[in-house]
C-alpha cells in the first residue's frame, strides 16, 4: 500500500468517489505542513452513499450467516496483513507513534475477531409449548442501513468498534470519519472489497457537520452510532433520537486515578504517566486528573515529575518517540491555554509542556509542528476548570484530597463517567470503589480500563447518551432488533373463536 491519497475521497458503492463540494485541509502534524485535502459531502453525496447502502441491504441481510462469517474472516487476515501500513497511515494524519498506532489497529482487531463469532451472538431461544401446543422462538434481525460517526484521536479503531458487528448482524454500515484524519477509513474500505464484501455494504461519506446532519435526518438511516465530544453527542443524541433513530452517542472525559495511600506509588506514578500523556493525552480514556490521598503526595508528584520530563516528545513516525504532536495548531492552543489558566486559578505548573525538547531540534514552542510536551499541574483546586473540564491533551492535574471519601466523592460529582482507576493494595479498598463509583469503566491498578471486545464500551453520565455500550453483545443488540414469533401449527383439536386474551394453560 502507497502512503495514501493526497485527496481523500468518499467510498460508495464499492468504489473511491470524488466530492464535488467544499474540502478540507489535511495536515502532518509533526510538521504542519498541508499534506492533503478531504472532500467535504454534501447532502446529495450523502444521499447517495446511503442509497448504494439501500441497494446492497436487502441482498446481504438474505447472505447466509456462513457466508458472512467467511467474508469477516478474511477481513481479519487483511487487516492483520497491513496492519503496518494502517498504522502508518494513522501517525502521518494524526501524529501518534507508530506503535500506538498500531496499538489501535490491534484494538479494532480484537472486535473484528469478536464479530467472527457472529452466528453464536445472533441465537435466539425457543420455548416448546408456551400454550398448549404452541411454541414461541425469539430472532435477531438486521436494522437496514446504519451509520457510524466517528471522532479524530482513534482514526481506524472506533470505526472498527462499530462496523465489523453493524456489517456481521447484517446490515448496510455507512461511516463518517473525522475530518482530520479520513485516509484509515478508505484504506478499511478497500480491505472490506478485498474480503468479499459486496459493494455498498460498507461505504465512506467524508465530511463535517452537513455530512451529520443529513444522515441524522435521513429516513432511510435506522440507527447511528456516535463518538466524540459530549455538546455534539447529546446533540447527534437528540436530532436522532427525533428522527426516530436509534442512537448510541458516547461523549467526552475527565478520568480520575485515586492513589490510596498503600498503592505501590512506583506503579501509580507509571501508571499516571502512561495514561496521562500516551497518545499525547487525546484518548477519551486518558488520565487526566490524579487524586493523591494524603499523605503521600509529595512522593508522589516527585516521582510523576521525573518520569514526565524522561518522556521522549518527538515525531509519530520516529522509532525512539514515545510521544507525538497534537492534532492541530488550535486543538495545541487550547491546551496550552490551560496551563496559565491552571495557575491563575491557584494550581502550581510543576512541568511546563511548552518547554519541552523535541527530537531533531527546538522546543515545543519553537518547533513548526503542533508540539506540546507532557505538561503536570499540581495543588489543582477542587472545582476548578483545569480540575473538571475535558483537557484532551497532555497536561496531568493533581489534586491533593485528604481520604478515600473525599476522592470518591470528587470522582462522583463529576460531569463524565468515562473512565476510572483506584491505586491501591487493598483488595477491600479497591472492592468498596468498584461498587461506589459512578463511572462506566473502572481499573484497579490498571489505568486505562477499556474492556475486551467481548464486553463493551461505555462510560455513565454525560459521557453517553443511549443505553446501549458499543460494541460486545451490547453492540449486537444495538445493531439488531429481536422478533418473537408464537406458532401453533393445526392438528385435530383446533377450532373455537376467542376474544380474550389466553388466560393460562
Ligand atoms: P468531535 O465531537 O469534534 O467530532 C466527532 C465527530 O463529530 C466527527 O466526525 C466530526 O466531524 C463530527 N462533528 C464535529 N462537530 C460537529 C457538529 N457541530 N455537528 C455535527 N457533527 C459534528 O470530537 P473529536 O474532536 O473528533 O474527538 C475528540 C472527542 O471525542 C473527545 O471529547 C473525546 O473524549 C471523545 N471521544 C470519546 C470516546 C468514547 O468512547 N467516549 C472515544 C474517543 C473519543
Redesign the pocket.
Known sequence: MSDGPRRVTHWIGGAAVPGAGRTGELYNPATGEVTGHVDLATAAEVDAAVAAAARAFPAWRDTSLARRTQVLFRFRELLDRDRDALARLITAEHGKTHADALGEVARGLEVVEFACGIPHLLKGGYTENVSTRVDSYSIRQPLGVVAG??????PAM?PLWMAPIAIACGNAFVL?????DPSASLRLAELWREAGLPDGVFGVVQ???E???RLLEHPDVRAVS????????R??YATGTAHGKRVQA????KNHMLVLPDADLDLAADAAVSAGFGSAG????AISAVLAVDPIGDELVDRIVARAREIVVGPGDDPESQMGPL?TAE?RDRVAAYLDLGVAEGAKLVVDGRRAPIRGGGTAADRPGFWLGPSVLDHVPVGSRVHRE?I?GPVLAIVRVPSYEAGLRIINEGEYG?GTAVFSNDGGAARRFQNEVEVGMVGINVPIPVPAAYYG???WKA??FGDTH?YGTEGVHFHTRQKVVTARWLDPSHGGVHLGFPAGG
Do not use: Q, W
Not at 250 to 253: K, V
Open positions: 460517526i466517528t471522532p479524530f484521536n482513534f472506533v463518517k470519519p473525522s475530518e482530520k465530511g463535517d457537520k455530512a451529520v446532519d456516535f463518538v466524540g465530544s459530549t455538546p455534539i453527542a446533540y447527534v458516547l461523549g467526552g472525559a487525546e484518548r477519551c480514556m492534532i486543538h475535558e484532551f468515562n464500551f461505555g462510560g459521557s453517553l458499543v
